[in-house]
């Protein structure tokens, strides 16, 4: 699903970001617990003052790597300034709060896994209650065309007056669906013999739907 796709997304853009903020915050942190203590060398193919100590050793002795995610510590015994103190504090409560994000995401992600499935399934029932429906309603259809035709077979073989009687008494639709599937001499011999009001409207009829 494109929702699942997109918040993996998410999560690895947000993990990616806070491993690049501790790399950096470690890195600075350690120069300001050195205080006025050798610069850090900034990459691996760079030049360094001698002796000066890398990024790695920096956040190593910091408590975290190049690309971990655990929040810089100085190192024991080390002095922490009020506001490096701040910026740690600070770090961890954005690192607690993207926490929660990932959480909640993750928790949203699940339910919504659920609400697929579960809509999936509903969809699955109704098609298939669709399809029985259709085949009934075929089967129906089937059976009113061969009770019209077998009608139209008996009619059709009776004589215009024995037929005639008995037809002006079925209502309307009935007696169409039988003219329909009569031959156009057995109908024109029994309309005549029909109640002239019936034989009109039902002349009326069948000429508006052939």
Known sequence: MATSETTRTVFKGRRSLRFA????????????????????????????APGAPTVGAALAANGTGAAGSALPKAAPGAIVRPD?????????????????????????EERLALYEKDVTAKVASLEEIEKRLSARATAATQAVDAAAESLAKIYGGMKPEAAAPILDRLDDPTVLTIFRR??????????????????IALTQALAERP
């Open 84 to 108: 490096v103190r701040a910026l740690l504090e600070s770090l961890e409560r954005r690192q607690a709060e993207l926490d929660t994000r990932e959480r909640e995401l993750a928790s949203k």
């Open 21 to 48: 903020l501790a790399f950096v915050l470690g890195a600075k942190l350690a120069l300001l617990a050195q205080g006025e203590g050798p610069a850090l060398a900034i990459g691996a193919g760079g030049s360094s």
């Open 182 to 199: 009569m031959k156009e001499k057995q109908v024109g011999e029994i309309l005549p013999l029909m109640t002239r009001e019936r034989a």
